[in-house]
T-cell receptor
Framework: AQTVTQSQPEMSVQEAETVTLSCTYD???????LFWYKQPPSRQMILVIR??????QNATENRFSVNFQKAAKSFSLKISDSQLGDAAMYFC???????????FGGGTRLMVKP | DVKVTQSSRYLVKRTGEKVFLECVQD?????MFWYRQDPGLGLRLIYF?????MKEKGDIPEGYSVSREKKERFSLILESASTNQTSMYLC???WGSGGAYEQYFGPGTRLTVT
């Protein structure tokens, strides 16, 4: 079975600084997708960024980028120029390419200090 | 914009009651999901449905059942609520199976069983 681990229950960052959230996963599959989801306080969870395992290039979405290390089974999220609106729970998730089910990590609560 | 709505944001029920949580999506998505969210455990899949009247068990189906009579509506049923089912329940939907298909989430229902 696949597992996803987020080792940092809480992180904090100063506004305008950069922060990296860690995620590791375990799978025997070679074809899969990885996702970072954001859950703001009292608001709906939204997709931040996704990475296809067969792509070497790290995905980027504006201030959000990932460091995908397939051999190490590591998938970290970097947030640059942090903003107050980035404060949220962040979940790393895994799905094998042929599957429907997402496997989530335990989440990291990010606090942004003004 | 995809919209996933859930019937209640907060619900308080007594032990032994039958509880219905309803989810509606407005984008003609094939797949719908019910997750349970607990601190430190992330989201865990209870059930998902890939078509009307079709369902598959997720990781933690015990104590729950589901119903999907119409494509846009997916209900989670707690036949006899227990205190260990106190949790946040999230519904999600997606267009297709596997690959990079994004799951869209509802706002969640915080259920308290006393």
């Amino acid at each position: 079975a696949q597992t996803v681990t987020q080792s940092q229950p809480e992180m904090s960052v100063q506004e305008a600084e950069t922060v990296t959230l860690s995620c590791t996963y375990d799978t025997s599959e070679s074809d899969y997708y990885l996702f970072w989801y954001k859950q703001p306080p009292s608001r709906q969870m939204i997709l931040v960024i996704r990475q296809e395992a067969y792509k070497q290039q790290n995905a980027t979405e504006n201030r959000f980028s990932v460091n995908f290390q397939k051999a190490a089974k590591s998938f970290s999220l970097k947030i640059s120029d942090s903003q107050l609106g980035d404060a949220a729970m962040y979940f790393c998730a895994y799905r094998r390419n042929a599957g429907n089910m997402l496997t989530f990590g335990g989440g990291t609560r990010l606090m942004v200090k003004p | 914009d995809v919209k996933v709505t859930q019937s209640s944001r907060y619900l308080v029920k007594r032990t032994g009651e039958k509880v219905f949580l309803e989810c509606v999506q407005d984008m003609d998505h094939e797949n719908m999901f019910w997750y349970r969210q607990d601190p430190g455990l992330g989201l865990r899949l209870i059930y998902f449905s890939y078509d009307v009247k079709m369902k598959e068990k997720g990781d933690i189906p015990e104590g729950y059942s589901v119903s999907r009579e119409k494509k846009e509506r997916f209900s989670l049923i707690l036949e006899s609520a227990s205190t260990n089912q106190t949790s946040m329940y999230l519904c999600a939907s997606s267009w297709g199976s596997g690959g990079a298909y994004e799951q869209y989430f509802g706002p969640g229902t915080r259920l308290t069983v006393t």
